[in-house]
């Protein structure tokens, strides 16, 4: 996630909020407007997901919290006052609870091309980073990372080894389990370099455009 932005000044107005506005990072479309007060700014930042303030609840909301329609946060960017914050964000599905693509009844034409992706975001940005931040001993993806680097990646090797030994049978069903291991494995150990699947992606698509 990049950070381009300058001090965002939260006290131009009485009630401490800032216009937000979110746009489709691969398609420039808006998607919608909200508010953000300093604690949903931080929130949004240290998650990875966009939270707003509600004027209605008068309570922080993380959208997608129902929906799981999350806004995956790419760039933040203050405009030139310091009191208004573009976010640029790639939608897990449809962004207005109508279920329309965007809060302004347009379609995002390019959204579908994301596919899956979406879900690989959440496992990412949700649930990992979940188990990173606030570990548990239950979890056994809080105990790779409290062991650190040299396990996770090790762990991506042994997950690799499986996928190639499996690639060689019949079975279909393992193997595809196998993968699913692999791509876990290789989520957690991105969060671990504190490196996007998004910028993965990015990559990918740089060399087939």
Known sequence: MSETYSTIDF???ADGLVPVIVQDLHTDK???LGYMNSEALERTKKEGTVTFFSRSK???WTKGETSGNFLFVNEIIADCDGDTVLIKATPAGPVCHTGADTCFGEKNSQHAR???ADF???LQKKVIRERKLNPTEESYTSSLFQKGINKI??????EAVEVVIEAKDDDSDLFKNEVSDLLFHLLILLEQKNIDLDEVIDVLRSRHQ
């Open 114 to 116: 994301i596919g899956e």
């Open 120 to 122: 690989l975001n959440y």
């Open 30 to 32: 808006v998607l919608m």
């Open 153 to 158: 990646a090790q762990k991506v090797g042994e």
């Open 11 to 13: 006290d131009k107005s």
């Open 58 to 60: 008068q309570r922080l």
